[in-house]
T-cell receptor, first 112, second 113 residues
C-alpha cells in the first residue's frame, strides 16, 4: 500500500526566503506526482505535475523535482511572499493511473 | 485543464438527514472522484464515480452511506445519508482526463449538528 509522507508538517519563514518542502513515497511504481496548494477551507489548486519519466517541473517561482528510484520529491519556492501562506500537499498516482494518495501536507506561513 | 464547480459550497444539516452534493465539470473527463477531508487532516478517497455504472468504493466507505451517481461524462452527485456529527467534513470532487492530472472543485463544507 502506497504511503506518502511530508516533512516538515509546518514551516514559518520570513518574507523573501527560499524554502524547500519534502515529500517521500514508499512505492516507486508511480504514474505521476502532483503538488497542490490548499488555502484554509478551500479546495485544491494544482501547482505542478511531474510525470514518472521526468526529473523536474518549473512554474514561476516554483520548482518541483522527482527522484522516483529513491521515492522522493521536493518543492522549491523562491523568494517567498506572504501570499504563499497555505498548506501544500503532495500526491502520487499509481501505475493504474487513477487514484491519488495524499501526504498529510506542510502548512507554510510566510511572515511579512 | 478542467474547471470544476460544486453545489452547495457549504451547508449545516441536522443529524439523521441526507445531503446531495453536485459536481459539474466544464469539459468531458475520463474519471471523476469524491474525497473527504476531515478537520485538520489530509484527503481520503471515498470512491471513483463511474459513468453509467455503480461507483467503486474504497475500503471503509459503502454505497448505502455514500450513494454516488454519474449520469454523463461531466456531472456527478454524492449523497451523504443518515448524517451524524462525524460526517462533518469538506467533501471534494475531482476529475482527470487522459493525462491523469487531477483537478479539484472548491469543496463543500458540511457541518452536522
Amino acid at each position: 500500500k502506497q504511503e506518502v509522507t511530508q516533512i516538515p508538517a509546518a514551516l514559518s519563514v520570513p518574507e523573501g526566503e527560499n524554502l524547500v518542502l519534502n515529500c517521500s513515497f514508499t512505492d516507486s511504481a508511480i504514474y505521476n506526482l502532483q503538488w497542490f496548494r490548499q488555502d484554509p477551507g478551500k479546495g485544491l489548486t494544482s501547482l505542478l505535475l511531474i510525470q514518472s519519466s521526468q526529473r523536474e517541473q518549473t512554474s514561476g517561482r516554483l520548482n518541483a523535482s522527482l527522484d522516483k528510484s529513491s521515492g522522493r520529491s521536493t518543492l522549491y519556492i523562491a523568494a517567498s511572499q506572504p501570499g504563499d501562506s497555505a498548506t501544500y500537499l503532495c500526491a502520487v498516482t499509481g501505475t493504474s493511473g487513477s487514484r491519488l494518495t495524499f501526504g498529510e501536507g506542510t502548512q507554510l506561513t510566510v511572515n511579512p | 485543464s478542467a474547471v470544476i464547480s460544486q453545489k452547495p459550497s457549504r451547508d449545516i444539516c441536522q443529524r439523521g438527514t441526507s445531503l446531495t452534493i453536485q459536481c459539474q465539470v466544464d469539459s468531458q473527463v475520463t474519471m471523476m472522484f469524491w474525497y473527504r477531508q476531515q478537520p485538520g487532516q489530509s484527503l481520503t478517497l471515498i470512491a471513483t464515480a463511474n459513468q453509467g455504472s455503480e461507483a467503486t468504493y474504497e475500503s471503509g466507505f459503502v454505497i448505502d452511506k455514500f450513494p454516488i451517481s454519474r449520469p454523463n461524462l461531466t456531472f456527478s452527485t454524492l449523497t451523504v445519508s443518515n448524517m451524524s456529527p462525524e460526517d462533518s467534513s469538506i467533501y471534494l470532487c475531482s476529475a482527470s482526463g487522459t493525462g491523469y492530472e487531477q483537478y479539484f472543485g472548491p469543496g463543500t463544507r458540511l457541518t452536522v449538528t
